[in-house]
């Protein structure tokens, strides 16, 4: 019961390991004793947590140190104190035993918790007794861990916690700690060296930038509506319904008055409505993760599990999403496990030694970014990670999850000259490790059975990117649901740039790619990534005058909508945005007041709608019994026509004439004799174009139709027998 002078004056010095071998309420050879420490307390009264009084302590050091016998068994104790005419009541942490228990140290330890988030980080709960914030971070190998905050002044010395020796866990319990409460973690190094505060990696909240301390929370108290809407995502194959998806960056798709940006119940009000009126089935939102530097978009995170303090409070998200799910529209999120930025108070060295990334710069950093790469041979990394990809499907009811920057994760090399990489242990250039962690990752994903799909953005050849992910199978499956189809992104959008005349010279660039088109689950994308960094906007990449430019990009939407696919188009390009995006602004909102990028926006209105309506375009997707070439060879004319088909449904075809020359009458090859009706034509007035048509339908004889081609136009056909 009495320490050595050198163990209490670490103590009251900030410095001692384990305060919990000195603080609290201990069994004696004559009963309890208790030893607390309450700075600027001149007395001390113990009580149990009903409020009986148990004892009164000796005070034993100037610093607010009290020890002495107390009544009953060891248990938890608050203290009456006084001091300097002051009188407080304050409940002792150290007087508590764990949280956390033998088996989810055993599962920490395998790396194989899946409910990580409900242990580690800042949790409200009631603890033998009490009500308070339990506090768990991982810093294996941290000599001291404290939580500070501006409920101890910041004080690195006044709560160190537990450490769980066998898996690298810290925790503590801090009774009357409610939410709302800023925090970080003070934690000393290996080599005795206070690192920098440091965020809680598993925070639900955090402070608006420039700020950066982690916030606590209470327990979800949203309640949920969407049972339907879940409920029908996890009985379908994504791959056989419609899926067309309006890529948001939350704070410049609109402002509020003030320029600021939109709270989540602003965007809902103005948001939700305007994707359902334009037919879109789902919104995907760049990066809302906690991230401390606009202009990175979200993509460089500090805070995983926290969504932006930018837009209002955490629950607002959940209100956002299930208000979608009412309205039928799908919500995914960008998901950035690639890499993670370096600022002080994140995860980089986070326990003084290279704990979530790797020590080794040629495996740990990322030239392009300027960002450390997370260390996938971990299995507590993995663990975090995996972790993260379930908790946003879980808390907030998310959709999907679309995978950033896959390509540079599969490979050791990429962006790296020689000697600045370590080849593989079979001296190839493949990250086996952070296949293994994607991998498991979509497994654990697709493990739950409720719809949820993931996307990889992934810009090579990989093969099985969307392949499943089976045990047994082929170690280079992936198991996403779908794959960004960057190939047919930067062919066509190559091809479109081009003048008419030399367009007969590149038909491969559209041709090349129904080679490839059912490799894998593709989804389309005309992205964030197209419209920024002085490429200009989609409408300023179309070749021509200003009325080519618009009826290319027209021209452009069909040829998309009625390629095999899933369909994804960023926010503002839907009304031909004519700035190229920029985080710092608002949308050009004013430009739907002009009638031709009006008639844009009216075109991918209409295309969303008839994809939604018409299985043909959408029910084979993925599959090649749902395509079919009329015409892949006409170069001379630059014309292209294929047909778009389902088991027992109308086919469609497709036509698209990508020279500003109408072509009328052009003989087009259709599978079925009969009335063909004109379901939708890019030319048409009401999207500011010619006008020119073919009257409502054609009719097919012997095998094929005389279609009138209307100059730089795609249209559909679809067969009416």
């Known amino acids: 019961m009495k320490p050595p002078r050198g163990a209490i004056a670490a103590l009251l010095e900030g410095r001692h390991d384990d305060p919990f071998s000195l603080l609290g309420a201990f069994a004696g050879p004559t009963g309890t004793f208790a030893r607390a420490w309450i700075p600027g307390a001149e ?46 009541w304050v409940t002792d ?79 503590i319990f801090l009774p009357d700690i409610g939410a709302g409460r800023s925090y970080k973690y003070a934690i000393v190094g290996p080599d005795g060296t206070l690192q920098p505060l440091k965020a809680d990696p598993y925070a639900f909240a955090a402070e608006l930038r420039p700020r950066t301390a982690s916030i606590t929370t209470a ?46 119940d602003a965007l809902a009000d103005r948001l939700i409505p305007y994707v359902v009126d334009m037919g879109f089935t789902h919104i995907e939102f760049m990066p809302i993760s906690e991230h401390p530097y606009d202009p990175s978009w979200g993509y460089q995170t500090t805070g ?15 209100r956002f999403v299930d208000g979608a799910h009412r309205a039928g529209v799908g919500v995914l999120l960008d998901w950035v496990p690639a890499h993670f930025p370096v600022d002080p108070h994140g995860l980089t060295r986070f326990d003084g030694t290279a704990l979530y990334e790797h020590e080794d710069p040629r495996l740990g950093f990322h030239p392009d970014w300027n960002t450390a790469i997370y260390n996938f041979g971990r299995r507590e990394v993995r663990s975090f990670l995996i972790n993260n990809a379930l908790f946003w499907p879980e808390r907030y009811h998310v959709d999907g999850l679309r995978v950033d920057a896959v390509a540079s994760m599969l490979y050791r090399d990429y962006s790296r000259d020689a000697g600045e990489w370590i080849p593989n242990e079979d001296g190839g250039r493949e990250n086996w490790e952070a296949v293994h962690f994607l991998r498991d990752m979509n497994r654990a994903v697709y493990a739950k059975g409720d719809g949820v799909f993931t996307v990889a953005e992934e810009s090579t050849s990989w093969p099985g990117v969307s392949m499943p992910a089976f045990e047994e199978g ?57 419209v920024v960094h002085g490429k200009g906007s989609l409408l ?43 985080e710092e602004r608002a ?34 997707d993925c599959e090649s019994e749902g395509f079919e070439w009329l015409i892949g060879d006409d170069a001379t004319n630059s014309v292209f026509a294929w047909l778009r088909k389902a088991p027992g449904e109308k086919p469609v075809a497709v036509i698209a004439n990508l020279t500003p020359v109408a072509r009328a009458p052009y003989r087009v090859p259709l599978p079925h004799d009969g009335r063909w009706r004109e379901i939708i034509n890019s030319d048409a007035h009401d999207y500011w174009g010619s006008g020119l048509g073919n009257l409502g339908g054609v009719e097919a004889r012997q095998g094929a139709a005389w279609v009138t081609l209307p100059p730089l136009a795609t249209v559909m056909l679809q067969y009416d027998g």
């Open 43 to 88: 007395t001390a009264e113990a009580h149990d947590l009903a409020g009986r009084s148990l004892g009164v302590l000796a005070r034993v050091a100037d610093a607010g140190l009290f020890e002495g016998p107390v009544h009953g068994a060891p248990q938890p104790v608050k203290y009456r104190a006084q001091g300097f005419g002051a009188e407080w």
């Open 93 to 171: 942490p150290y007087s508590f035993g764990p949280v956390l228990g033998p088996t989810d140290d055993y599962l920490i330890a395998e790396g194989s918790h899946r409910r990580l988030y409900d242990k580690m980080g800042a949790h409200l709960i009631e603890h033998e007794g009490a009500s308070g914030m339990h506090f768990a971070v991982w810093a294996p190998n941290a000599r001291r861990v404290s939580v500070v905050g501006d409920f101890n002044d910041w004080n690195e010395g006044r709560h160190v916690m537990r450490r769980r020796a066998d898996v690298g866990v810290w925790e």
């Open 219 to 264: 327990p979800p108290a949203h309640v949920w509506g969407d049972d339907a809407h879940r409920a029908t995502w996890a009985k379908v194959d994504a791959r056989r319904v419609p899926m067309s998806v309006y890529e948001v960056h939350a704070g410049s798709w609109d402002r509020d008055e003030s320029g600021w940006y939109l709270s989540w």
């Open 304 to 318: 995983l599990y926290a969504p932006s303090a930018r837009f209002g409070d955490a629950d607002g998200f959940a």
């Open 474 to 530: 082929p170690r280079q499956n992936l198991g996403f649901g779908f794959k960004w189809n960057m190939g047919w992104m930067h062919d066509t959008l190559q091809y479109f740039a081009r003048e008419p005349v030399h367009r007969r010279h590149h038909h491969d660039e559209i041709t090349f790619g129904l080679v490839y088109a059912f490799d894998e689950n593709f989804l389309l994308p005309l992205s964030h990534d197209e």
């Open 540 to 582: 300023a990449k179309m070749a021509g005058d200003d009325w080519q430019q618009f009826a290319n990009l027209r021209s452009l939407y069909a040829f998309m909508w009625g390629y095999p696919g899933k369909k994804l188009l960023f926010m503002g390009q839907e009304f031909a945005q004519r700035q190229e995006w920029s």
């Open 587 to 620: 949308l050009d909102w004013h430009l739907r007041s002009s009638a031709a990028h009006e008639g844009v926006r009216k075109l991918v209105r209409d295309l969303n709608r008839l994809y939604r309506d018409t299985p043909a375009l959408h029910a084979r």
